[in-house]
């Protein structure tokens, strides 16, 4: 099968792009003919090691921006001849239709954020894939046809991105730990995080609490835990790409997320043996088995998550027993099993 997946960009420590890379990669690795075109893309290499086409899509500037990128990617589609034209931003969506129209191709989008207000410029591909049952009950209540709106659970476990670890150093991070993985926004909540940690810690001492991640409420954050006494137990450790080194020196993982349509990192902290405590919003229930796998709380309520933390914290036995249950089952989550079910997304409507 000839594919084309078309990004915006192609960044590091990007929800969308790794999903996009991790699938790119697993059909390539699986026959196909894959073409992944972008701007900016900062996993050419690894691409490419797969057998990825790897093009550059030019960011054109000011009002002719659309049409300059638009006729790059029409004039990449004539030479590629994809049978599928895989869209995975809403950018992506509105210059691939045309493309795929002009080229006899069928446009298939994935909604990674239905909650962005320009998430309904999705509903211009053939099928809109959701990527939990959450999302897709979501979309429908928005008005999406039922028809064409089906899901495939996002899975990062064994991922083609886990061979950039090789030749990186691990930075060594403070343990018995907590850890968090996320951009530092309001939408990932990481202040409930500190607070629940702040309230567990009298009843574990000596844990620590590892923030990975970057964004525009890192300043903030940093001032909560100074207010809250907590500068020798909460460390920031910022952004990276390779975050499978420091998920598998932590003992807990923690996502106070208000809104998640499916929660990668927690799929990763699973992977990495993390036990896990997570808001029940969005695909992480899904992600965490409904409960079995990790233990759900309700969003906005550090206290709940406290009690959580406070048990793990203090009790190895408790910890042993969810860090065992987040490692069970963990096939669900494969890149493999997220390539077998997009092939029969692309079949349904070849």
């Not at 701007?39 to 290499?45: A, F, K, P, Q, V």
């Not at 009790?315 to 997009?342: F, I, M």
Request: charged share 20%; glycine share 8%.
């Amino acid at each position: 099968m000839k594919i084309m997946h078309v990004l915006k960009h192609a960044y590091e420590n990007n929800g969308h792009v790794h999903m996009a890379v991790d699938l790119a990669c697993a059909q390539a690795d699986a026959g196909h003919q894959v073409t992944f075109a972008s701007t900016r893309n900062s996993y050419e290499e690894l691409l490419r090691r797969h057998g990825v086409r790897v093009v550059d899509v030019p960011e054109a500037v000011g009002l002719r921006a659309p049409l300059v990128s638009g006729w790059a990617l029409l004039r990449l589609a004539r030479d590629v001849r994809p049978q599928i034209v895989h869209a995975h931003m809403m950018s992506s969506a509105v210059l691939a239709h045309p493309v795929a129209k002009l080229t006899g191709a069928v446009l298939v989008t994935t909604m990674h954020n239905s909650f962005d207000r320009h998430s309904a410029l999705m509903r211009l591909g053939k099928v809109v894939v959701a990527v939990s049952e959450a999302e897709r009950t979501a979309l429908l209540a928005r008005g999406f046809p039922a028809r064409s709106t089906v899901t495939v659970l996002n899975g990062p476990v064994a991922s083609a991105r886990e061979e950039l670890r090789e030749g990186r150093e691990v930075r060594q991070m403070a343990t018995p730990c907590v850890v968090s993985l996320s951009g530092l926004h309001a939408r990932k909540a990481v202040g409930d995080i500190i607070t629940a940690f702040g309230e567990a810690l009298p009843h574990a001492p000596g844990w620590h609490l590892n923030i990975i991640g970057e964004g525009p409420d890192r300043e903030r954050l940093e001032e909560l835990v100074e207010r809250s006494g907590l500068g020798a137990s909460v460390h920031f450790i910022g952004s990276t790409p390779t975050p499978w080194g420091l998920l598998e020196q932590a003992d807990v993982y923690a996502s106070a997320s208000l809104d998640e349509p499916f929660g990668l990192s927690v799929a990763e902290a699973r992977a990495a043996g993390c036990a896990v405590v997570a808001t029940a919003v969005g695909g992480i229930p899904e992600v965490l088995d409904h409960g079995r796998a990790g233990q759900l709380v309700p969003p906005s309520d550090p206290s709940a998550m406290a009690a959580v933390l406070r048990e793990l914290m203090s009790d190895p036995a408790v910890l042993a027993s969810w860090q065992a249950r987040a490692r069970d089952g963990l096939e669900a989550l494969t890149v493999q099993r997220v390539q077998s079910d997009y092939d029969r997304v692309y079949r349904s409507v070849l």
